[in-house]
């Protein structure tokens, strides 16, 4: 049985991403055999790819992220069946249209979950719910400042945030993208391209600062968001878009009892009854349409050299696809 897959042989641009099909190995006792239909684009695949991430053991198979049916099972497996739709991310090796996991990587999901929707908001989904649940508990009337508010987990954490009643202020680059983050669930958008945010911030507080930063862009937000924590406030790094963070003065928040958390999904979703229970919450939500989700392409696995061009240099305004 043969797998198309996506692999890298060194890091670098998106032409070192190579479609390949290769022969799959024996299922192993506690493994499922998962057909995807679709994968989810993320920047950690941005990052593994050009090298902010580093990646031992090259070649390898990319992908962080993708849903699908259970097409075979080890003679171990008692959570699930064949047929089962199921979806799963931080599983190295996604972009592959077979591919084995262990049950306990695995999320169940109902019949009526839409498989597209599940690839395109897993990893970002149930990034959004440790972000506003566990790096920093969101109250109602807070202000919190999301940078990429436009980008796919800000959409997520943005409407999820208005729903827990706090205040949200986004920062975007372009007036299409002030749009979609009001329409998200923003109360306030700045466009860092023109204004200095930590100024505006500062306005819009009153000169309280905010109670807490989710900063996935990194070398270019983060120390400036330094200056907008309030008293108490936390600034929480999940992830590294413009480029590493540089060495912090762990000085400039001891003043004023600030703390910095870093953010990595699968600590927070290391148990499978919990990372199970999550997803629940999650795409029951989204069913529900509680929590709506941007898809902004559904494009080809076989186009991926385009697709993370267009993801690494901002020029989508959601989530992208992979279709197998």
Not at 45 to 53: E, F, H, L, V
Request: aromatic share 6%; net charge neutral.
């Amino acid at each position: 049985m043969k797998s198309k897959v996506v692999k890298i042989y060194e890091q670098g641009s998106p032409e070192v991403l190579k479609i390949e099909e290769i022969d799959l190995r024996e299922i192993k006792p506690n493994e499922v055999l998962i057909k995807h239909e679709y994968a989810g684009l993320n920047f950690i695949d941005i990052n593994q790819r050009k090298g902010t991430y580093p990646l031992k053991n090259l070649p390898l198979i990319m992908g962080m992220e993708a849903s699908g049916r259970i097409i075979k099972t080890g003679p171990e497996i008692n959570k699930f069946e064949i047929g089962d739709k199921v979806t799963h991310c931080m599983n190295l090796g996604s972009f592959s249209s077979l591919m084995y996991l262990p049950e306990n990587k695995v999320i169940k999901l109902k019949e009526e979950h839409d498989l597209k929707l599940a690839a395109a908001t897993t990893l970002q989904g149930l990034t959004a719910q440790y972000l506003l649940h566990d790096s920093y508990q969101v109250k109602k009337n807070e202000f919190i400042l999301m940078h990429a508010a436009a980008g796919g987990v800000g959409q997520l954490l943005c409407q999820w945030a208005n729903k827990l009643g706090a205040k949200v202020i986004g920062t975007v680059s372009t007036k299409e993208k002030e749009e979609i983050a009001r329409k998200n669930g923003c109360h306030f958008t700045i466009n860092y391209l023109e204004e200095n945010f930590k100024d505006k911030v500062m306005e819009i507080t009153q000169n309280n600062g905010v109670n807490v930063i989710y900063d996935s862009v990194g070398k270019d937000t983060f120390s400036l968001g330094l200056k907008c924590l309030a008293p108490k406030g936390r600034i929480v790094s999940f992830g590294v878009s413009s480029g590493p963070i540089d060495p912090i003065d762990i000085n400039l928040i001891r003043s004023f009892s600030g703390s910095i958390s870093t953010g990595g999904l699968n600590t927070f979703i290391k148990q499978q009854d919990k990372m199970q229970s999550n997803a629940d919450e999650l795409f029951n939500m989204i069913h529900k349409e509680k929590i709506k989700v941007n898809i902004d392409q559904v494009v080809s696995i076989d186009d991926i050299q385009n697709a993370q061009y267009k993801m690494e240099n901002r020029l989508t305004t959601g989530s992208i696809v992979l279709k197998f």
